[in-house]
């Protein structure tokens, strides 16, 4: 019984020591190469050509579903659109060698708006930026405008009119980016 304690004992030592060098490598890999199906992907080349723009049809790994090897030499930009945020990276094709730049890494949040019985929420985090416009559309024309400034959560409510029933949209501008999206009341 003792020797199958001190087994136990010495391989959760083990582990643990394991477990606490595996953490400080994790931190190093990119996050974007783990991609979930329905993704959006888009690639550009250096001179800001997009050179593709698809949804991802399988999880996994983005570097061995998508073969990069296969571009010309030189510097790509790669944006992966997921729910509520793009995650950007830069990637370097040399001689069909693929390198990640790392340090290029980024994170675009994107802003949520809900609309529900005539209110109107738009929600973004501001940790990549700290201010977002907002317009809101009435049947093509602009019934209000606004510059939202924050620190880590931007967020505003907007109260319509019920009675005024029809199509609706919500152009937001932010990391000079514009979001847009339509709702009816």
């Known amino acids: 019984m003792k020797t199958l304690i001190k087994s136990i004992l010495v391989v959760a030592v083990m582990l643990g020591t394991y477990t606490s060098y ?3 490598t994790l931190k190093d890999l990119p996050t974007f190469k783990f991609v979930n199906e329905g993704h ?4 550009t080349n250096d001179s800001g050509e997009v050179i593709f723009s698809g949804r991802i049809k399988h999880d996994g790994n983005l570097v061995r579903l998508f073969d990069f090897s296969q571009l010309s030499n030189g510097i790509y930009t790669v944006e992966i659109s997921k729910d509520f945020e ?9 001689n069909k060698s693929v390198k990640i730049l790392n340090d290029t890494q980024t994170k ?3 802003p949520v708006v809900r609309a529900e019985e005539g209110v109107v929420i738009v929600s973004k985090i501001g940790l990549d930026t700290n201010n977002m416009d907002v317009e809101l ?3 093509d024309e602009l019934i209000h405008s ?3 400034e924050g620190k880590d959560v931007l967020n505003r409510v907007y109260k319509l009119d019920k009675t005024v029933k029809g199509e609706y949209t919500a152009v937001i501008k932010s990391n ?3 979001y847009t999206k339509n709702f009816r009341i």
């Open 146 to 148: 606004e510059n939202v």
């Open 176 to 178: 000079g980016r514009v």
């Open 137 to 139: 559309y009435f049947e």
């Open 86 to 94: 793009i995650e950007v990276v830069d990637l370097q094709v040399t």
């Open 40 to 43: 959006n992907l888009s690639v």
């Open 22 to 24: 595996a953490s400080e």
């Open 108 to 110: 675009i949040y994107k």
